[in-house]
C-alpha cells in the first residue's frame, strides 16, 4: 500500500502556486460505479457537507462554495479529458481558488474500490492569509473534502445492513 493510499499526507504539496489536498476512502461498490458517480457533477448535491453551498451544476461541471473563516472560495469547474480511465478529471472553469478536481478510481475486486480526490487550489497569501491558511483554512478545507467523502460513501454504499445479534 502506498503512503496516500493509506490517508498519509505530509503537508501540502506545491506545484506553479499551487497547493493540493488529497483524501482517500474505500468503497464496497465496483469502481464502475464509482466512477458514473463522480462523472456526474449533479450528483454531487447529496455529498455536500453543510460549509458548501451556493451549488450549481449540469452535465458537464459543477459551481460551489466553501465558507471559510474570513474567505469563501468559490469551486468552478468543468470536465476535462483525460487518457487514464482511473480518473476522472475537472478543471478550472470560470474563476475561483480551486484550480483542479481529480478522482482517481482503484479497483480493488468486483465489487470493492478505493477512490482518491485531490484537489489543487490558490491559498490566501500574504502574511495574514499565510497564517490563516495554515491554522485555520487548510484544516476546515481537508475536513470539508473528508465530509464529502464519508457522505459519497453512505450514498452509493446505501444503508448498512445491522448484523443479526443472534448470529
Not at 25 to 47: C, G, Q
Not at 71 to 85: G, L
Not at 108 to 113: A, D, N, S
Amino acid at each position: 500500500m502506498t503512503m496516500h493510499l493509506a490517508g498519509y499526507d505530509p503537508g501540502p504539496r506545491r506545484r506553479n502556486g499551487l497547493a493540493t489536498i488529497r483524501e482517500d476512502i474505500h468503497l464496497h461498490i465496483a469502481a464502475a460505479d464509482a466512477r458514473a458517480a463522480v462523472s456526474d457533477p449533479t450528483a454531487y448535491r447529496a455529498w455536500l457537507p453543510e460549509s458548501m453551498g451556493n451549488y450549481q451544476a449540469d452535465s458537464e461541471g459543477l459551481r460551489v462554495d466553501l465558507e471559510l473563516p474570513g474567505r469563501t472560495e468559490t469551486m468552478s469547474v468543468r470536465r476535462a479529458a483525460t487518457d487514464d480511465q482511473r480518473e476522472v478529471l475537472y478543471r478550472l472553469d470560470q474563476g475561483g481558488a480551486i484550480e483542479e478536481l481529480v478522482w482517481g478510481l482503484h479497483s480493488e475486486g468486483q465489487r470493492e474500490c478505493h477512490i482518491t480526490i485531490e484537489i489543487a487550489y490558490r491559498p490566501a497569501s500574504g502574511f495574514v492569509g499565510g497564517a490563516m491558511e495554515t491554522l485555520m483554512h487548510r484544516p476546515q478545507r481537508t475536513q470539508a473534502i473528508r465530509d464529502l467523502l464519508w457522505n459519497l460513501k453512505r450514498d452509493l454504499e446505501g444503508p448498512r445492513e445491522e448484523a443479526d445479534p443472534s448470529e
